[in-house]
């Protein structure tokens, strides 16, 4: 199984990514998490990276390409892997086609995550996540049992600091401009499969089982 999820930051992916990668047992790759936590170990990418990041701005192609080289190097991409965050320009999604040239195996389907500006906004600002466990909630409709308190770790919940409300627009901004346009280069090469991403997370993951069973794969 080789997928890339693809679509606005807070349509709701990772969670989706998540979820499947439990259910198919192959590795989520997801370039904001590797980033993220290289920034908060303070690495050489991290530092690179935590500008970028915090203006809610792309981290620069040649970064994120190399970083994906190396994961995809690791054994337990063998059996597939599902990319979450990551081609998100058309350099990337290049740089990743070649990159899979090389190996000889190709990407077998892109689901493109759909969803209403308004309620993009209303996810993303609601989102808050574990530092400890990365567990994410949303205080619209997935709240913690205890108010800012992890249910599973008991760790106080953060927000991200790009999920403020002028880095949300800036990112939503950077999607249409820069990764927008993956849709129709997909699409051309027959790869997209479309995800209405409305609604609860069990309503979504039927629909993302039901397009990975009707691609015939996994
Ligand atoms: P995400 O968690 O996927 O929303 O990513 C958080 C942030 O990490 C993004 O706003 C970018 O600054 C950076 N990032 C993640 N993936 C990429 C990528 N494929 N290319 C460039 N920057 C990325």
Do not use: W
């Amino acid at each position: 199984m080789r997928l890339i999820f693809l679509g606005p930051p807070g349509v709701g992916k990772g969670t989706q990514a998540q979820r499947l990668s439990e259910t198919y047992k192959v590795p989520k790759i997801s370039t904001g998490d590797i980033l993220r936590k290289a920034v908060h170990k303070n690495t050489s990418l991290g530092v690179k990276a935590k500008s970028f990041i915090d203006a809610g701005m792309l981290v620069p192609n040649g970064v994120v390409i190399e970083m994906v080289r190396e994961r995809l190097k690791e054994p337990d991409c063998q059996k597939g892997y599902i990319m979450d965050g990551f081609p998100r320009t058309i350099e990337q999604a290049e740089a990743l086609g070649k990159m899979l040239k090389e190996t000889g195996s190709v990407i077998q389907q892109v689901m493109n995550f759909q969803l209403s500006d308004e309620e993009v906004v209303r996810r993303l600002s609601g989102r808050r996540s574990c530092p400890h466990c990365q567990t994410v909630y949303n205080l619209a409709f997935h709240p913690p049992k205890q108010e800012g308190v992890c249910d599973q770790c008991k760790s106080p919940l953060v927000q991200r600091s790009d999920d403020e409300s002028q880095t949300i627009l800036k990112r939503l901004e950077v999607y249409q401009r820069q990764t927008r346009p993956l849709i129709s280069y997909y699409k051309g090469q027959k790869l997209l499969t479309n995800i209405n991403a409305a609604g609860g997370v069990e309503d979504v993951f039927k629909r993302v089982v039901s397009a990975v069973q009707k691609g015939k794969i996994g």
